[in-house]
């Protein structure tokens, strides 16, 4: 449990691994904690059951380019979840995917509030959340806002499940596309299932 504060975090992403059967990083009171990350991943997550909850976490890069994502989900990264966190500042902030022949199944992400307070100044992919090949997982009752991308294709989504996953669920999100950032150019999609395809891997 973290003391109340602002945490600041610059280097390399913190790499979630342990061999215990759960870890849990919380603040005790919602909006209490904000972990501010100029990196280009916050937590990367590669070991079965861990907990992220209560935080606010934003993005602080120079660049927009430099803040990929708050969770990078990988591998043996199973059983993760990230419940009741304000995210904000990065072009995904949810990546879920495979590494090697190990797959990040059964997570879920929950109750969050994902947006950004500008377009990102970037040609990479941007959306809230990114599944890629991993099975089952819960998305529920999460608010998405503000997904706009400002160059190459300026193509964005909020969810996106992709590359041959299987039992996966979303359900209550609520997707504004444009709230706070309005008028601004190119295409939002709320939920993509399958659009943007996969490697054959």
């Known amino acids: 449990t973290c003391a109340p504060g602002t945490y600041q975090f610059n280097g390399r992403p913190y790499l979630a691994t342990s061999s215990a059967s759960g870890v849990t990083v919380r603040a005790g009171l919602p909006g209490s904690v904000t972990l501010e990350f100029g990196l280009p991943g916050g937590f990367l997550v590669a070991s079965p059951n861990w907990t992220f909850e209560n935080l606010h976490i934003r993005g602080a890069c120079k660049t927009h380019d430099g803040c990929e994502h708050a969770f990078h989900v990988i591998g043996r990264g199973t059983g993760f979840i ?59 009752a999460n608010l998405v806002s503000d997904f706009a991308k ?30 706070k950032l309005r008028g601004s150019p190119g295409q939002r999609t709320g939920l993509s299932f399958g659009g943007a395809g996969s490697s054959a891997a």
């Open 150 to 179: 400002a160059k190459g294709d300026r193509a964005s989504f909020a969810m996106q499940a992709r590359g041959g996953g299987k039992g996966n669920r979303i359900e209550r999100n609520v997707i504004v596309c444009e709230n």
């Open 82 to 140: 990230a419940r009741n966190n304000t995210v904000t500042d990065f072009n995904t902030p949810f990546k879920i995917g495979g590494n090697g022949s190990a797959y990040p199944d059964n997570g879920i992400i929950e109750h969050n509030t994902i947006s950004n307070t500008s377009a990102r100044d970037t040609a990479a992919i941007v959306g809230a959340i990114d599944l890629v090949a991993a099975s089952n997982w819960t998305i529920r």
